[in-house]
């Protein structure tokens, strides 16, 4: 019997998880599947087929950690998935150099190492914004993101200065399409669109995730945006069972926010065929890994 292990953390109970919708198919296969934490040093990842990184949603505050958990399962004969290169790649935004190097547009950013308040005003001036967004360059959740605006942005300097004393940031001008449209979401298994999703944040609030009270709606996407987010999918360094790609609108065009391929919620809540689409996905991996 074929066994996968789900990735997750100790302590899920402020998010919204729905990876145990993915459990019946892969049972119907006769396929076990566990979940287990990623801080569970003593577990014996070799017992596993596949280990699925999930809802490790903790991570960003223990990266180094978390990096050495999957390499003790890379090194183990379980496959890892995402594979590890690729999650190496993706674990510090700096990948959206890459993506902006093979002609995929993305947000515009500022990449910075060293916070100082010249900083944040030379930014407005940069994108000619009455309000920009500061977040580290390893992050997730939207944890220690801000939007600043240009009039009262130093009321908070020295909650910036404590946050980004130590860390690599990255600053992109606010984009209002976000608040007026929404930020969509495609996601990818093997390769193929599953499904998309607009996410739109609560009144007076920035963050699309549900967590922080955004609203998310199934949607069609057209040409224009599968093309951007194909275009992103062929820069990766090697293939992903699952990626998301979340677009915005910037200056009317589609551009990248991110490139997700680490623990992405990919909301199999919203589509009810999207579970089994996951699962035949890791079932291609399985058949092809066992015709070599």
Request: proline fraction near 3%.
């Amino acid at each position: 019997m074929p066994s996968v292990a789900f990735l997750s953390t100790d302590n899920l109970e402020d998010f919204f998880v729905y990876d145990e919708l993915l459990v019946p198919y892969f049972n119907q296969q006769g396929w076990k599947v566990d979940t287990v934490s990623w801080h569970k040093t003593t577990e014996n990842w070799s017992r596993f087929d596949y280990v699925i990184v999930r809802s490790t949603w903790d991570y960003q505050q223990h990266a180094e950690a978390f990096l050495h958990c999957l390499k003790e399962i890379d090194a183990s004969t379980a496959t890892l998935l995402n594979p590890l290169a690729l999650m190496q790649w993706n674990i510090e935004k700096y990948y959206l150099k890459d993506l902006k190097r093979e002609g995929v547009p993305i947000v515009d950013t500022r990449w910075e190492t060293t916070f100082n308040n010249d900083v944040i005003d030379s930014a407005f001036e940069q994108f000619d914004s009455e309000a920009i967004v500061i977040k580290p360059v390893l992050s997730a959740n939207a944890d220690d993101t801000f939007r600043l605006k240009r009039e009262s942005w130093s009321e908070s300097a020295s909650l910036l200065a404590k946050t980004f004393e130590q860390r690599h940031f990255m600053i992109q001008p606010f984009l209002s399409s976000i608040v007026e449209e929404g930020e969509y979401s495609l996601f990818y298994f093997g390769g193929a669109l599953s499904h998309a999703i607009k996410k739109v944040p609560q009144k007076g609030d920035f963050r699309v995730q549900e967590e922080h009270g955004g609203s998310l709606h199934t949607v069609n996407v057209d040409s224009a945006q599968r093309v951007i987010a194909e275009k992103a999918l062929a820069a990766m360094p090697c293939d992903a069972l699952y990626a998301r790609v979340d677009l915005v609108k910037q200056n009317n065009q589609w551009a990248v926010m991110e490139l997700e391929l680490i623990e992405p919620s990919l909301y199999f809540n919203l589509d009810e065929r999207s579970p089994l689409r996951f699962v035949d996905a890791l079932l291609k991996v399985h058949e092809v890994a066992n015709n070599r």
